[in-house]
């Protein structure tokens, strides 16, 4: 069962604003005759404000899975999941209306998390200049290029200021310019208190992150001091220290 709880503090110090304990899941164990893929299999994680979590994992591990669970859209088998604050969630691919415009889009998502007109406004504004997307407005979500509509998929759950921002890969199509301004909004975010959670396959972001989990086996490991298997299959000279 999911709770919402005060926050809790631990022993560093710092808000624990989600923590998922012992999480199990199933795909198909509901379905009599169907192929049952287990994926979670005891999985605890926490997350804390202010802190950029990196999540990493081979190719099906459970990355996607997991973040599904602790934003609250997928049901668990077993375990708890505890959140406390807002949440906004980025998923892997675009969850858009293709018919509405890119400031429908806002307006819709903003009446959702229960903003008003002016605010509504004010953070379309501001994410359209911070990710460069003013010029696309009035475009309708399917006329959109891939890099433009994942702009507006992460600006929808940035929009409302969430306490917790959870990203699966939200980067995807992005050009250079705009993936290191989504880095510094990132960054600014954690300064402000946010906590922020990704799940991420490159490397070269290992610097940026403060924590590391991996997804192996159905369990969360942390290799915040580690390099992962994934790493070192796809380094295997070492070169990356
Ligand atoms: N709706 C579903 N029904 C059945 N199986 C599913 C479903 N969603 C995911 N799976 C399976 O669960 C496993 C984990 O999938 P998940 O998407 O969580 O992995 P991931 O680590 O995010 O992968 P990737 O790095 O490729 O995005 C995979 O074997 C996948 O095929």
């Not at 009446?111 to 309708?140: C, H, P, S, V, W």
């Not at 310019?177 to 396959?201: C, K, P």
């Not at 490397?203 to 590391?212: A, G, H, P, T």
């Amino acid at each position: 069962m999911d709770t919402t709880t005060a926050p809790t503090e631990t022993l560093g110090g710092s808000k624990t604003l989600v923590r998922g304990n012992a999480l199990e899941k199933t795909y198909g164990s509901r379905l009599p005759l169907g192929r049952s893929t287990p994926v979670l299999t005891g999985a605890d994680i926490e997350v804390h404000a202010g802190e950029i979590v990196g999540i990493v994992g081979e190719n099906g591990s459970g990355k996607s899975t997991l973040m599904k669970i602790l934003v609250g859209v997928l049901d668990h088998d077993a375990g708890t999941v505890q959140r406390h604050g807002t949440v906004g969630w980025c998923p892997q691919e675009p969850l858009l209306y293709d018919r509405l415009t890119v400031s429908e889009t806002f307006r819709l998502f903003g009446a959702g998390y229960d903003m008003t007109r002016e605010e509504i406004d004010a953070a379309k504004q501001r994410l359209a200049d911070e990710l460069d997307f003013e010029q696309y407005l009035d475009y309708r979500v399917d006329q959109l290029s891939g890099g433009n509509r994942q702009k507006v998929n992460l600006s929808v759950a940035l929009m409302h200021d969430p306490d917790v921002l959870m990203l699966d890969e939200p980067y995807t199509g992005f050009d250079w310019e705009t993936y290191l301004r989504f880095w510094d909004m990132a960054q600014d975010l954690a300064n402000d208190g946010t906590a922020v959670v990704m799940i991420s396959h490159l490397i070269e972001e290992r610097s940026r992150l403060d924590r590391v989990f991996e997804v192996r086996d159905g369990l969360v490991h942390d290799v915040t001091d580690e390099e992962t298997e994934s790493e070192l299959r796809s380094d295997p000279e070492g070169e990356h220290e």
